[in-house]
């Protein structure tokens, strides 16, 4: 199964996939470019593509939907500065031909930082209850402080 991990630059979208990979935390250094890893959980296989997220490279992201069977969608709960940018990419990610039939997952990362966004704040602001065409769900956690991941 193709996973296509996608976000905002500094999100967390790397430190997640090693998370899921190694089942520890490492030091990331920003993506540029993208990074890819086989994820095994229970006997299923799938490869999980994270795509660096600075704004000069999310034009390229549409080159990476093709096969594309789930997207998980991370988002910085402590940045609320960026949140109207990451609805802004969100929607034009899902709302593009190719993604139509792609699963949403939608990452509430960095639930540990002060002021951080609450799970339904995030939906809220994203726009996630006005999308009823589609199969999506949320998760919270905070991976890099040992939260684990594997609900995902």
């Not at 990979?21 to 890819?36: A, D, E, R, W």
């Not at 899902?94 to 960095?110: P, Q, S, T, V």
């Not at 998760?139 to 609900?151: I, M």
């Amino acid at each position: 199964m193709r996973i296509l991990m996608l976000g905002l630059d500094a999100a967390g979208k790397t430190t997640i996939l090693y998370k899921l990979k190694l089942g520890q935390s490492v030091t990331t250094i920003p993506t540029v470019g993208f990074n890819v890893e086989t994820v095994t959980y229970k006997n299923v296989k799938f490869n999980v593509w994270d795509v660096g997220g600075q704004d000069k490279i999310r034009p390229l992201w549409r080159h990476y939907y093709t096969g594309t069977q789930g997207l998980i969608f991370v988002v910085d709960c402590a940045d609320r500065d960026r949140i109207d940018e990451a609805r802004q990419e969100l929607h034009r990610i899902i709302n593009d031909r190719e993604m139509r039939d792609a699963i949403i997952l939608i990452f509430a990362n960095k639930q540990d930082l002060p002021d951080a966004m609450k799970p339904h704040e995030i939906q809220e602001k994203l726009g996630l209850t006005r999308i009823r065409d589609r199969n999506w769900r949320r998760h919270a956690a905070a991976p890099r402080h040992g939260e684990d991941v594997d609900a995902i």
